[in-house]
Nanobody, 124 residues
Framework: VQLQASGGGLVQPGGSLRLSCAAS????????VGWFRQAPGKERVFVAA??????YYATSVRGRFTISRDNAENTVSLQMNSLKPEDTAIYYC????????????????????WGQGTLVTVSS
């Protein structure tokens, strides 16, 4: 089982970035997939998640970020627009085999597999 995140980098405030996560070794379409982030000196927190039907977002990113999945390609992406300096963090993709309700998708312990993280820096 492997999750490989990519797409991080340096972007100016107000800019956009697209993260991707490629999955292998499990039946991707049956899993909840999500993105979490960890800012310097802070705990890892929920960003967004996708079930077979429906996408869910943290309040801080709703309206700016969009999660999308391609079950045929076993990938999940996070389109990040209108980026702010406070979006600076290491972003992790994760997958859960559980039938998660919305509140449970925000809890990292409910995820079974994790990618290695990709660094996003928002700075001028």
């Amino acid at each position: 089982v492997q999750l490989q995140a990519s797409g991080g980098g340096l972007v100016q405030p107000g800019g956009s970035l697209r993260l991707s996560c490629a999955a292998s070794g499990f039946t991707f379409s049956n899993y909840v997939v999500g993105w979490f982030r960890q800012a310097p000196g802070k705990e890892r927190v929920f960003v967004a998640a996708s079930r077979q039907i429906g996408a869910y977002y943290a309040t801080s990113v709703r309206g700016r970020f969009t999660i999308s999945r391609d079950n045929a390609e076993n990938t999940v992406s996070l389109q990040m627009n209108s980026l702010k300096p406070e979006d600076t963090a290491i972003y992790y993709c994760a997958a859960s085999a559980g039938r998660l309700i919305v509140s449970s998708m925000m809890i990292e312990n409910n995820y079974d597999y994790w990618g290695q993280g990709t660094l996003v820096t928002v700075s001028s």
